[in-house]
């Protein structure tokens, strides 16, 4: 039986044959973004002054079915950077997620921050798209690719000048895929096989991740003391979706959060 990882998949690889018939390279090429200067998402997640939280634009996801169908893309976005965040995360995805690339380019006309195109790139030229529509980095899932493809994707993703996020589930899918052509390692607490989420994944995996890739952590994320406690393990990305965008006006549930944080971190230091 396929998992629903298996048919996105599938349905991604006619998704993208349909689309190169649709819209040749050439026509990427001339977009206004593409020969624009990247911004970096590694910087961005160690700058001291902001809180390392990649927030996330989400309207529904395969385990949660509709998250939030009306929240506007720029108010959520610009609300989500005045909150603290340290960049945006933007799902493309249509079928499975809801999105589409339109949003990202929204959220780049109205942001000068790092963003992440979150879809299922599988090919050269879902990559070539992310830099046409404005993105400044990629999400490399290593559950849906071998370690060939993920440096092959990751080298062709660093040519155009965009950051590469490799995203992990276990021990088994991080040392098959560790790769200089990626830059930070994204752990997902959420198990594949039931999506239950636990971030003792993130903690047990933390150790195991060289120093050379920014470390960050991935679903399950709605608690200051998670970010703080996670921050002791090293991470210091912190991709938040859901949290966010299942309340009514998801820029300030974000604010909320990095405000606990700051406090927490504040009351920590005092003690110690």
Known sequence: MSTILD????????????????????????????????????KYLQRPDLSGIIAEFKRKSPSMGVINAYAPVERTSIGYMQAGASALSVLTDTQFFGGKSEDLTTARKFNLCPILRKDFVIDEYQILEAKSIGADAILLIAAILTKEEVERLGQFAHSLGLEVLLEVHDRQELENSLTPHVDLIG??????????VSIETSKE???LIPNDFVKVTESGLSKAENLVELRQYGFEGFLIGEAFMRTSRPEKACLALVEEVKKLTSSQSVSA
């Open 7 to 42: 048919q996105i998949v599938q349905h991604k690889r006619q998704e993208v044959e349909d689309r190169k018939s649709l819209v040749p390279v050439k026509l990427l090429e001339n977009s206004i973004y593409f020969p624009s200067q990247p911004i970096s998402l590694r």
């Open 187 to 196: 752990v997902n607490n959420r198990n594949l096989k039931d999506f239950t």
């Open 205 to 207: 995996l933390a150790s």
